[in-house]
């Protein structure tokens, strides 16, 4: 064995026999990985704290919402009541007895909480790849997007009515057909300019 292959063993065996010597960074490496974990489960806590106080303000909205829907409600039953007492003593029964009809409906109607989300049947029945009078074939995307720089949402569920909003040119106002294949209607702001659309895909 020479004299230098002698050396480098010796200086293997030391640093073998010694790790904790030379490994003063090591402590610091678990401390930033025991920080980032800390980090993580505190985030993960903060979006729970805030997923309850979104949910107890929603309640409380709602609990108002209904207060007041049934604070309007005896209010226009009170009108239509005395409204029916007035036509009664004027001897009109015949008016007199439709507002007491919907003084009733009025009265035994459901007071339901408003949802701003589109139902998903309305969402599908508009997907898919349209083409409008102008020649352009433009994709109905999810959430309201096009695969343009166009955006769609559904103004009367009823009527199957639906607002298309265009970068360059005016919004439209269409309706969907009873068999889904075709949106016609008008631009927005000119009823008498006609506008329509078939589906392609």
């Known amino acids: 064995m020479t004299r230098r292959s002698f050396?480098?063993?010796l200086f293997a065996l030391v640093f073998a026999a010694t790790p904790c010597a030379f490994a003063e960074g090591l402590p610091k490496s678990e401390s930033k990985a025991t920080q980032v974990?800390?980090?993580l489960d505190q985030h993960?806590?903060?979006i729970r704290a805030l997923d309850r106080q979104f949910f107890e303000a929603v309640a409380e909205l709602e609990q108002s919402y209904v207060s007041e829907r049934k604070e309007l409600r005896?209010?226009?039953t009170e009108k239509l009541k005395k409204h029916q007492k007035t036509?009664?003593?004027q001897g009109e029964l015949d008016a007199a007895v439709s507002v007491r009809d919907k003084a009733e409906s009025i009265r035994e109607s459901k007071i339901a909480i408003p949802n701003s989300k589109q139902s998903p049947d309305a969402e599908r029945s508009i997907l898919g790849t349209w083409r409008w009078n102008n020649g352009v074939d433009i994709k109905n995307l999810g959430g309201g997007k096009t695969n343009g720089n166009g955006t769609w949402r559904l103004v009367d569920a009823k009527e199957q009515a639906y607002e298309f909003k265009?970068?360059?040119i005016p919004?439209?106002?269409v309706r969907l057909s009873a068999n889904g294949r075709?949106?016609?209607g008008t631009k927005a702001h000119d009823p008498s300019f006609r506008v329509w659309a078939v589906r392609i895909d």
């Open 7 to 9: 050396i480098a063993g």
């Open 37 to 39: 974990a800390n980090d």
């Open 44 to 46: 993960e806590a903060s």
């Open 74 to 76: 005896e209010q226009i």
């Open 87 to 89: 036509l009664t003593q």
């Open 166 to 168: 265009w970068s360059r």
């Open 171 to 173: 919004a439209d106002r």
């Open 182 to 184: 075709v949106l016609e």
